[in-house]
């Protein structure tokens, strides 16, 4: 029971890194922008975060240095799409090479680098309860601030006015635009608070999830949060659920792998990527499905005036 316990831990760990990064980009994707760097600024932060806290000691500063990059990189990326009507997809993956490529070389001096001792985290009491306390009471504080962040989301975009200016600009930008909301701003803001969440995600992978860097360590994480969001057809309630069964699927390997299953360890890694595309193939085959809950304007550039 125990190694029960064990993977539904790690599959609330893992799933935290994909239900930040994943939140990020609904909140991209509800205004109409599809940010495909998801992976490069994931990647540029893990490496600022791990870097400051091997600096600083403070696993906190390190989350919001890696807030702050991502938040940059996706204030140049919305520039780009936004006002100069560069094409989304295009620029998107540009930010991811770039920030493969970036990261890779800022982190060099870093691979060997030792995060300093920390302790512990456990929430008291519960945390001594037998199975459920290993299980579901001895994460990190980002952990369970990732589901109040879901809830506070879904307040936000269904029950505030903020959040209702929010995806009728994703729905249709012309009309907001002709009653006056200021689309390319609320787009901008949008595309920052998303990659900060991003940028959140990476300091979470390197800070806490592993804790070390190693290039390329995100593996993909990025294009499976990208993919999380048409999965929970663009819902944050479905998001996090989402990236909690990815977050198992990812753990199952190494549970499969520790029962002593004789499973090629090529064939465990691939899982979460197979699911991945299985989960894709499904949907699709219901595209009124999917039109009917995407944002009307996803991927689609905005001229005012025009």
């Known amino acids: 029971m125990e190694s029960y316990a064990l993977l539904l831990a790690a599959t609330l760990n893992a799933g935290t890194v994909l239900a930040i990064a994943s939140l990020g980009l609904l909140i991209n994707e509800k205004v109409g922008i599809v940010n495909l760097g998801a992976e490069g600024m994931m990647l540029c932060a893990a490496i600022a975060g791990f870097a400051t806290v091997v600096t600083t000691g403070n696993d906190w500063l390190g ?56 302790s512990s985290f456990a929430v008291p009491y519960l945390s001594d309860i037998p ?65 900060a969440l991003c940028g959140l995600a990476g300091a979470y992978l390197s800070v806490i999830y592993t804790p070390l860097w190693v290039e390329g360590m995100v593996a993909g994480k990025g294009w499976i949060a990208l993919a999380l969001t048409t999965f929970a057809t663009w819902r944050p309630a479905r998001v996090l659920l989402g990236a909690y069964l990815f977050g198992g699927v990812t753990m199952l390997q190494f549970h499969l792998q520790g029962m002593g299953v004789d499973v090629p360890a090529q064939f465990l890694s691939m899982l979460p990527y197979v699911a991945t595309i299985v989960v894709l193939a499904l949907i699709s085959r219901n595209p009124q499905w999917i039109r009917i809950n995407m944002p009307t304007s996803l991927g689609k550039p905005f001229y005012p005036g025009a």
Do not use: C, D
């Not at 780009?80 to 920030?99: E, P």
């Open 63 to 118: 989350f919001a240095t890696g807030m702050g990059v991502g938040a940059l990189l996706a204030a140049i990326f919305g520039v780009l799409v936004i006002w100069l009507n560069t094409n989304q997809y295009a620029t998107g993956l540009a930010l991811t090479l770039f920030g493969t490529g970036f990261s890779a070389f800022v982190g060099t001096s870093f691979v060997q680098a030792k995060m300093p001792e920390r």
């Open 131 to 195: 199975w459920f306390g290993s299980a579901l009471f001895r994460h990190h504080p980002l952990v369970y601030l990732t589901v109040l962040l879901a809830l506070a989301l879904i307040w936000f975009m269904y029950r505030t006015r903020s959040g209702l200016v929010l995806r009728s600009v994703g729905e249709s930008p012309e009309s907001a635009h002709a009653l006056g909301y200021p689309v390319r701003r609320i787009r901008l803001l949008a595309v920052v608070a998303g990659g």
